[in-house]
């Protein structure tokens, strides 16, 4: 319907109906403005008219099967996936059969067509998936067998024509089953009159069957050796009589790619390997049998084989005996009377007889293919279960109207199939628009059309009918011309208006004496030449081939060729001829399809020359025309050009008016009246029972046009509220996802919390009161509680650590703790069990064996205390003392909270130069030794290096280490703690290293230099 109002005037009328004048001029205009905007497909009502783009349209990907399905065939642009779906949609919601009619000339795109809808119901099929999985891969593989049983028969019933590269030579028609669910559960395919003649014979610029081709350029070597072919089509005369057989720039034709297709989509269609590779072996005995040439044997023209070995080739390629098929091919067998006389063929005759036999194998073995098609098909043999009834969607893919220089019998065959469907669509659309009005109660009006029912009668009419002629001839006794047959339709149809020959119409020189006859078709004109029209009509073949290929080796031929069973004797009715069963099929197709809901794809060829921009105004003219387009047209503009249900034309236009926008109160058809009322059109449309009739095109323009000068209004107050209300809930989420956060954090606090209370219960009777519990990882937001806490466990522990310990050893404690956290386990030995005294030369009496003049050294310190400023003595012990002059040298040190003091015990502790500021202090080495030695880095370069001295031998390492680092740590700073054997110091800033040398107990320790390093030695214990 009105497709058209979802594009742009730029686009033209995208319905046909709605056109502003409707003269067969607008019409072309319109088809070749779309054309000209890549707009393929336009409506006339529910028919889909299809122009080919010669050119690969992206606009059946998933996006537009989105679009398309479910809706309504006017809610969307033009295309054929409304088609499709509309038949899938009437056959699913009402459980009624349908059908899809796709017609048109050669090269207008049926076959793609036909492919696109299988796609598209494939695509919108069992997409949920079905609840058991065997069935819905059961259903997966009936949808994919349905789509690859279209490689196969294109294969081997399509071929390259002058008019189309990808030809389908035959007619098809496929029933789709589906469950009551719509899911397909199998189909059956129909073929009508394979063009077998192709297979001996090709105009100059066509090809044969595809399958020819696919052999010689897509098999592989061993396989060309192995049925004795070369990978030339130009050595076989059934392949070479059309030309180059090369296709160029075809992208649906890829010889090579394509065998590889055929054998994976016969795989999958439950071909066996074998029958595979006898339909092949079919294929290439044919090629050899166009090459067998005959000679005379003998004076009285009989024939015989010229090439022996070639017989042999075919022969084994058929699994036949070679003594059998040259007797099959050079003579044939009589039975008469009782008695059976084999007759010797002459040259002529058993060239003929070599085409009918190539031809009728051919025809055959496509025969068998559609039957084991079907068989894999059958919804019986599909294995789904399914219940309620079974419904179906048929897709018809026939030839279209043929007219071509030379019409022959299947021309006749093809055009007056096309009489016949003509007859069906007319009858049918007319039928649709009655029984639609009726139901809506309309008055109908009478509608002139051309009925062609006068043409369909002078082909198919008993006894007086041209194929009824035709097989009166055929079964006359004695010989019977073509010319004879011409004379008896001349003689009969005299008076039939619509037929006409030489002999009845002597001044019309374009039809030849005994040979033309014209048919007045209703697409136009068409002229027949009649030689072959018997020979075609009877369609014989000797017994002899049958009986041959029955006694095959090969079990596929004895299934192809049941009737070789018959004995030579056996009497047998005379075959139907092949007019009369084409005939008979195409009536049963007709019934079939009468049944059905119908759905029409019209497909138009718009040039010759295969070009995607050329667009030739006679060719698609004559094309229209003989489609009966606009005849379509004026039926269903006859009374009212658009029709649409009240409730989605209230949905579509109450924003027209503001009686009805927002919403209507009242029904649906008041609602429309109101519209129509406000808008003025009331007078213009008719009120159905459920929709409303609009007679002309200009009255829904107008109301489209009044909705479309809306839209922007409604859009941005539609945008507003949008925007309002999507802010308001992105509101209303924020604050709910924040509610949930902070009870989900106060929810893991909680947690967090107890778990570190469990944790921690028992630690006060554990023996390190905890240190060794690990503490779970806590919630960002706990990170500073729980460094508090850990701290406040710290200090807890401390107090639980030192409440055994007296409060007055505490200090010492602490540098014990240090002292211990510096060292880090690298010296096993720094006095860490012994008491620190600290200030050992100030110890008086019996308290240290340290300093025997200790009141020369308190008079010194109060010296320097009341002159330097400092608060405390940290600590003082006597040393060996190495300088930078290499000379070792006894001193005292002392440590206090601002200096280092170097003494000279020998002259009463004098102080050597000014003290050493403690900030002055970098670091600390020591070796993991029991030796004293210790070396205190200072920032100029010029270290102290010590060995401490004392008469017990004490180890007093670790409590100067202590104590330098307890100050340091004060002042807010840390100092390097090295503990390696050997040390490395700076005198005079220059690096030395010091060396512990054990030596005899003698004298006690001393320093020595060696080279450029510094020795120790330390008298062993």
């Known amino acids: 319907m009105a497709g058209s109002i979802h594009e742009g005037p730029e686009f033209g009328v995208g319905d046909f109906v709605l056109l502003h004048d409707l003269t067969l001029d607008a019409f072309m205009e319109n088809l070749k403005l779309r054309y000209s905007k890549n707009k393929i497909y336009t409506y006339i009502g529910e028919v889909v008219v299809s122009v080919n783009p010669y050119k690969t349209v992206n606009i059946y990907d998933q996006t537009y099967v989105d679009e398309y399905k479910g809706r309504e065939i006017y809610e969307r642009p033009p295309h054929i996936f409304a088609v499709a779906d509309s038949a899938y949609k009437t056959m699913k919601r009402q459980s009624r059969d349908t059908c899809i009619v796709i017609s048109g000339e050669s090269g207008a795109g049926k076959t793609e067509a036909s492919k696109i809808i299988m796609r598209y119901i494939a695509a919108v099929t069992n997409v949920g998936g079905q609840k058991e999985v065997e069935s819905q891969n059961e259903i997966e593989r009936v949808k994919d067998v349905l789509v690859k049983s279209n490689v196969i028969l294109e294969a081997f019933g399509n071929a390259k024509t002058n008019r189309n590269d990808n030809s389908s030579r035959f007619g098809k028609y496929m029933d789709i089953n589906f469950d009551f669910k719509g899911d397909p559960i199998g189909g059956h395919i129909n073929n009508y009159l394979l063009e077998k003649s192709r297979v001996v014979h090709q105009q100059t610029g066509e090809r044969n069957f595809h399958s020819f081709y696919q052999l010689l350029y897509g098999a592989k070597d061993e396989k060309l050796k192995e049925y004795k072919l070369v990978r030339d089509p130009g050595k076989y005369f059934y392949v070479n009589q059309g030309g180059d057989p090369k296709i160029e720039n075809c992208a649906t034709v890829h010889d090579r790619d394509d065998y590889r297709s055929v054998m994976n989509a016969l795989k999958v269609m439950g071909f066996s390997f074998a029958h595979a590779e006898a339909l092949w072996k079919i294929v290439a005995a044919i090629l050899h049998l166009g090459n067998m040439d005959y000679v005379a044997a003998d004076d009285h023209d009989h024939a015989g084989v010229s090439d022996d070995k070639l017989l042999g080739n075919i022969a084994e390629l058929l699994s036949v005996t070679k003594e059998n098929l040259r007797k099959a091919l050079c003579s044939r067998v009589i039975a008469a009377g009782g008695q059976v006389v084999e007759k010797q063929l002459t040259v002529s005759d058993a060239v003929y007889a070599r085409d009918a036999f190539a031809k009728a194998m051919y025809d055959r073995m496509f025969t068998w293919i559609v039957g084991k098609t079907n068989e894999a098909i059958d919804p019986k043999a599909s294995g789904i279960a399914y219940v309620g009834k079974n419904t179906v969607i048929g897709v018809l893919?026939?030839?279209?109207?043929?007219?071509?220089?030379?019409?022959?019998?299947?021309?006749?065959?093809?055009?007056?199939?096309?009489?016949?469907?003509?007859?069906?669509?007319?009858?049918?659309?007319?039928?649709?628009?009655?029984?639609?009005?009726?139901?809506?109660?309309?008055?109908w009006q009478h509608i002139d059309y051309f009925n062609n029912k006068i043409i369909v009668d002078l082909?198919?009419?008993?006894?007086?009918?041209?194929?009824?002629?035709?097989?009166?001839?055929?079964?006359?006794?004695?010989?019977?011309?073509d010319e004879m047959f011409l004379t008896a339709m001349a003689q009969k149809l005299a008076k039939h208006e619509h037929f006409t020959c030489r002999s009845l119409n002597p001044s019309d020189k374009t039809l030849e004496h005994a040979r033309d006859f014209r048919i007045k078709h209703y697409a136009g004109q068409v002229t027949y030449q009649v030689p072959g029209f018997i020979d075609k009509n009877r369609d014989s073949l000797f017994q002899d081939f049958k009986r041959?290929?029955?006694?095959?080796?090969?079990?596929?031929?004895?299934?192809?060729?049941?009737?070789?069973?018959?004995?030579?004797?056996?009497?047998?009715?005379?075959?139907?001829?092949?007019?009369?069963?084409?005939?008979?099929?195409?009536?049963?197709?007709?019934?079939?399809?009468?049944?059905?809901?119908?759905?029409?794809?019209?497909?138009?060829?718009?040039n010759e020359i295969k070009s995607a921009s050329a667009f030739n105004d006679e060719r698609v003219r004559h094309q229209v025309s003989y489609l009966g387009l606009?005849?379509?047209?004026?039926?269903?503009?006859?009374?009212?050009?658009?029709?649409?249900?009240?409730?989605?034309?209230?949905?579509?236009?109450?924003?027209?008016?503001?009686?009805?926008?927002?919403?209507f109160a009242g029904t649906d058809i008041d609602g429309c009246?109101?519209?129509?009322?406000?808008?003025?059109?009331?007078?213009?449309?008719?009120?159905?029972?459920?929709?409303?009739f609009i007679r002309s095109p200009q009255t829904l323009f107008s109301i489209e046009e009044t909705r479309s000068q809306k839209i922007p209004t409604i859009v941005l107050f539609l945008q507003k509220m949008w925007r309002g209300g999507n802010a308001?809930?992105?509101?209303?989420?924020?604050?709910?996802?924040?509610?949930?956060?902070?009870?989900?954090?106060?929810?893991?606090?909680?947690?967090?919390?107890?778990?570190?209370?469990?944790?921690?219960?028992?630690?006060?009777?554990?023996?390190?009161?905890?240190?060794?519990v690990e503490w779970p990882r806590p919630p960002s937001r706990l990170q500073g509680l729980v460094q508090l806490l850990q701290k406040v466990h710290g200090r807890w522990r401390a107090n639980m650590i030192l409440k055994d310990v007296p409060k007055p050893e505490w200090p010492m404690l602490r540098l014990k703790v240090l002292a211990a956290a510096a060292i880090g386990g690298r010296r096993s030995d720094?006095?860490?069990?012994?008491?620190w005294e600290g200030n050992y030369l100030a110890m008086a009496g019996t308290e240290s064996k340290d300093n025997s003049n200790t009141a020369d050294f308190v008079t010194k310190m109060n010296s320097l205390k009341s002159h330097d400023q400092f608060s405390k003595v940290l600590f003082s012990c006597h040393v060996k003392k190495f300088n930078k002059n290499n000379k070792p040298a006894d001193r005292a040190i002392v440590i206090t909270d601002k200096l280092i003091y170097k003494l000279d015990p020998k002259k009463k502790y004098k102080a050597m130069k000014k003290g050493i500021p403690i900030s002055m202090v970098t670091g600390v080495s020591l070796t993991p030794g029991s030796d004293q030695l210790v070396i205190i880095h200072l920032s100029d370069e010029n270290d102290l290096v010590l060995c401490l001295q004392n008469l017990t031998r004490e180890e007093r390492v670790g409590e100067v280490l202590g104590t330098l680092c307890s100050h340091c740590h004060r002042m807010g700073r840390e100092i390097k703690v090295t503990i390696n054997k050997p040390v490395h110091c700076m005198l005079g800033s220059k690096r030395r290293t010091v060396i512990v040398r054990p030596t005899a107990v003698n004298g006690g320790a001393t320093f020595k230099k060696e080279g450029n390093d510094i020795a120790l030695m330390w008298p062993e214990s």
């Not at 007056?416 to 309309?442: A, D, H, P, S, T």
């Not at 924020?734 to 967090?752: C, G, P, V």
């Not at 570190?756 to 023996?767: E, G, H, Q, S, W």
């Not at 720094?830 to 008491?835: N, P």
């Open 830 to 835: 720094w006095g860490s069990r012994r008491k």
């Open 728 to 772: 308001r809930r992105r509101a209303k989420k924020m604050r709910a996802i924040y509610l949930i956060m902070n009870r989900f954090k106060k929810y893991k606090i909680r947690e967090y919390i107890k778990n570190l209370v469990d944790k921690f219960r028992n630690v006060k009777k554990m023996r390190d009161y905890g240190k060794s």
């Open 459 to 481: 082909i198919e009419a008993q006894h007086k009918g041209v194929l009824a002629i035709l097989d009166e001839a055929c079964l006359s006794v004695g010989k019977v011309t």
């Open 397 to 443: 893919d026939i030839y279209g109207f043929e007219i071509f220089d030379n019409n022959s019998f299947e021309q006749l065959c093809i055009n007056y199939c096309n009489e016949k469907l003509q007859q069906l669509f007319i009858e049918l659309v007319l039928k649709q628009e009655q029984e639609e009005y009726q139901r809506e109660g309309i008055q």
């Open 630 to 663: 606009m005849e379509n047209v004026r039926v269903r503009r006859a009374g009212f050009a658009f029709r649409i249900s009240y409730v989605r034309f209230l949905q579509r236009y109450k924003c027209t008016t503001p009686h009805t926008w927002p919403t």
């Open 673 to 692: 009246k109101r519209i129509l009322q406000v808008l003025g059109h009331e007078g213009d449309v008719k009120y159905g029972k459920s929709k409303v």
């Open 548 to 606: 041959l290929l029955f006694n095959s080796e090969e079990d596929i031929l004895q299934l192809m060729w049941p009737e070789g069973a018959q004995n030579i004797t056996e009497t047998t009715k005379r075959p139907i001829t092949a007019g009369t069963n084409f005939k008979n099929s195409i009536i049963a197709l007709v019934d079939n399809l009468a049944t059905k809901e119908p759905h029409y794809v019209r497909c138009i060829k718009p």
